[in-house]
Every structure is written in C-alpha cells, then in structure tokens.
C-alpha cells in the first residue's frame, strides 16, 4: 500500500493565494494590462501573460474564454470608467444655471484620462495600450470605441454646438476628432517634446499638459469656420 503524499498538490492551473488578497483575475488583468501596452494586442501573447502571472494559458481561456475576450475584459473595464466619469462631469455643469464655457467642457472631457497618469503602473499601462488601439484590427479597435466611447462624446459634441457660436455641426465633430487624436498622442508616451526641445520642456507634470493642451483645443474649437 502506498502511503498518502503529506504535502497536497496544487491543482492544476491555480494561482497561489495572494497574501494582500489579490484575486487571481484581477492578477491576470494586472499582468495583461502591461504585456498589452508593451507589445500590442496582436503581438501579445497569452503564452507570456501565463508565465508572468504565474498560471496557465487554461485558467486565462476559463476566466475570459480568449486573448480577445481578455483584452476586451481590460479594455472596457478602465475604459467605461473614464466614459462614466466624463459623462457625470458633464452632467454636472450642464445642470448649472449658466451654460458652460468651452474651456469648461474641454477640461471635463480631457480631465478624467489624465488622471490615470496619476493612478499608477496599471493604469499607465492601459493608457499606452489605448493609444496603441490604432493600430490593432479595425474591427475590434473600433467596436471597442464605439462601445466604450461613443455614447459620452457624442453628448460632449452636441454640447460644443451649443457652446461656440455659430459653430455648424460638420466643424463641430471634426473638431472633436482632431481633439481626440491629439489628447492621445499626449497620453501615448511617444510623445517627442522632451527630445525636440532639446531638454528644455517635458510632459511630466499633468497639470502643465492639460492646461496647455486645453490651451490649445480652446483656440481650435472656437476658430472661424474655415469656409
């Protein structure tokens, strides 16, 4: 008779307990979050997510089902937060007694993605893996954005027609746009100002970029019509 092994085995595909309480998810979400941001979605694999994160590739498929769910999963998650808080800013300035200034509407759009530079390696990491969706399968790039974005800039944009006198509704939706890659680029982390200014200005301190970037989109939403 073979004696009864005196350490248990761990089953397959778990993760340790966490002595901080971390669940295995989110500890996948966490890893993930930072191999999608340095490589890209497609690039990525769930191969190196494994590893890093100390599971196997089966754990990750039975949480979110496929590199695609997990992405998805990480996506929507800091990506309705942002759309959420925006969508409450607005309302907020909207149900004021006066209307609000386009400077106003600006700073609350761009406000709650630049203060995920402020939350951590985590959050960093999804803001570089969100400037990288452009370059990602058109399809899921933009079925993500639509589904995650939309619905707030849209109110946004309807609220800048009311805003900026005699703006019509083309200037005010390529505006929006222009204003959305711009932003982007600033938050991507590829940004060349350090470098072009030969040291001379950084994009370190948030404060700084937000005032200047809503600086900048201010005079760009209010400018003549161009025809």
């Known amino acids: 008779m073979v004696a009864?092994?005196?350490?248990?085995?761990?089953?397959?595909?778990r993760r340790p307990a966490d002595p901080e309480g971390v669940s295995t998810q989110d500890a996948i979400?966490?890893?993930?979050e930072q191999v999608f941001a340095d490589h890209g979605y497609v690039a990525a694999s769930?191969?190196?997510i494994a590893e890093r994160a100390d599971v196997t590739q089966a754990l990750i498929i039975y949480y979110f089902g496929s590199k695609q769910g997990l992405f998805e999963t990480l996506f929507k998650r800091r990506g309705l937060e942002v759309s959420n808080e925006r969508q409450a800013l607005l309302d907020a300035?909207?149900?004021?007694?006066?209307?609000?200034?386009v400077r106003e509407l600006i700073t609350a759009y761009l406000t709650p993605q630049f203060k995920l530079r402020e939350k951590g390696s985590d959050a960093i990491a999804f803001v570089r893996m969100q400037a990288r969706l452009h370059h990602e399968p058109d399809e899921l790039a933009l079925r993500l954005r639509r589904e995650?974005?939309?619905?707030?800039?849209?109110?946004y944009i309807a609220a800048m027609e009311r805003a900026v006198p005699g703006i019509d509704a083309a200037d005010a939706h390529w505006r929006m746009m222009f204003a959305v890659g711009t932003y982007l680029y600033m938050l991507s982390g590829f940004d060349r100002l350090a470098e072009v200014s030969q040291g001379r200005f950084s994009t370190e301190d948030t404060e700084e970029v937000v005032r200047r970037l809503t600086d900048f989109?201010?005079?760009g939403f209010t400018a003549p019509s161009g025809r």
Not at 4 to 13: L, N, Y
Not at 29 to 32: E, H, R
Not at 148 to 155: G, L
């Open 29 to 32: 979400l966490a890893v993930a």
């Open 217 to 219: 989109l201010v005079g």
């Open 4 to 13: 009864a092994s005196a350490t248990p085995k761990r089953r397959i595909g």
């Open 148 to 155: 995650v974005y939309d619905h707030s800039t849209r109110n």
């Open 46 to 48: 769930l191969r190196e």
């Open 93 to 101: 300035l909207l149900a004021r007694a006066e209307p609000p200034t």
